[in-house]
């Protein structure tokens, strides 16, 4: 694998544009909180991912940064054909609108929670998190051909899996945030339509997540169980790791030292203390993320 932004050798040979999809998989973080090369930040995640035939957009950000760095990284929006929603947060559903109007053609996968009202609530007050007005609006106008609810594990192809809700096993991990369906706080939202994706590689699975508020170590394990106990060879984007307590750091750190990715990518909600703190436990396999890097596998 290698990485353009790092121009360095990781375990593969040769770099890569984004659109560079035959001969390997290549994804490329449009949007981050942090960014490279004068790009514009946004907190928010956006992963391009050009893998056999296919060309995924994986998350839009809040909408501002997608189309301008898409630009600037020679990513071409109007080459998607399949729109992947992690979960129904404004900071990954803004830009759905744009891309729609662009793309044509493409294929949506996401749950059915993506549209719900959301809100978090801090010192008393609500805060609107949902998905944006005009990009439910992108979504609701999609023919049924179009638009695909996900309830359980499906396949978009021989080598590329969504996982659907993901279960919540661990004991140290939850959705991360003082997370409510509605502004007085009565419901709590467990943010249930948390999906990840994964990618079968050469080298073992790239698994692509939103912000794991079903919990990293509970999405990667489940992704090994649902392929059979294949190897993860990396995992990118936004662990929600930002409000983690120390145990929490701990048991997760311990967790990935068992499940053994070569290659971390933390991203976005990740938090930069918990960032710093990943890499010191887990060296040199972890790679911050930041928009503007792209990676071959």
């Not at 290549?26 to 296919?54: C, F, K, P, Q, Y």
């Not at 993901?166 to 369906?181: K, M, N, Q």
Request: negative net charge; contains cysteine; glycine residues 12%.
């Amino acid at each position: 694998m290698t990485t353009d932004s790092e121009n360095q050798s990781i375990g593969g040979a040769g770099e890569a544009s984004p659109a560079d999809s035959m001969s390997g998989t290549t994804i490329t973080i449009v949007v981050d909180n942090h960014v490279e090369n004068g790009l514009m930040e946004e907190h928010g995640l956006s992963l391009w991912i050009a893998t056999g035939d296919r060309t995924i957009l994986f998350d839009t950000g809040q909408g501002k940064a997608l189309q301008p760095n898409a630009r600037s990284l020679d990513v071409d929006l109007r080459k998607t054909d399949t729109l992947v929603l992690s979960h129904g947060h404004y900071d990954h559903t803004g830009g759905i609108a744009a891309v729609l109007k662009l793309a044509t053609k493409a294929d949506v996968y996401c749950h059915a929670g993506v549209v719900q009202p959301r809100y978090s609530i801090r010192d008393g007050r609500a805060r609107a998190i949902h998905m944006p007005r005009v990009s439910m609006a992108a979504v609701d106008e999609l023919s049924e051909e179009r638009l695909h609810w996900i309830q359980e594990p499906v396949m978009l192809s021989n080598t590329v899996g969504i996982t659907g809700p993901v279960p919540r096993e661990t004991d140290f991990e939850d959705s991360g945030g003082p997370f409510y369906l509605d502004p007085g706080g009565r419901r709590v939202d467990m943010i249930d339509d948390d999906l990840a994706l994964w990618i079968q590689t050469g080298e073992g699975l790239v698994v692509c997540v939103g912000c794991c508020h079903a919990g990293l170590v509970n999405t990667l394990r489940y992704v090994t169980a649902l392929t059979g106990g294949t190897t993860i060879r990396a995992v990118i984007g936004g662990f929600h790791l930002v409000n983690a307590d120390r145990r929490r750091l701990d048991e997760t750190v311990r967790a990935l030292k068992v499940i053994d990715p070569a290659m971390i990518v933390p991203c976005h909600c990740t938090g930069d203390e918990a960032t710093e703190f990943l890499r010191r436990e887990l060296g040199g396999r972890v790679h911050p993320g930041a928009a503007g890097m792209t990676f071959r596998f």
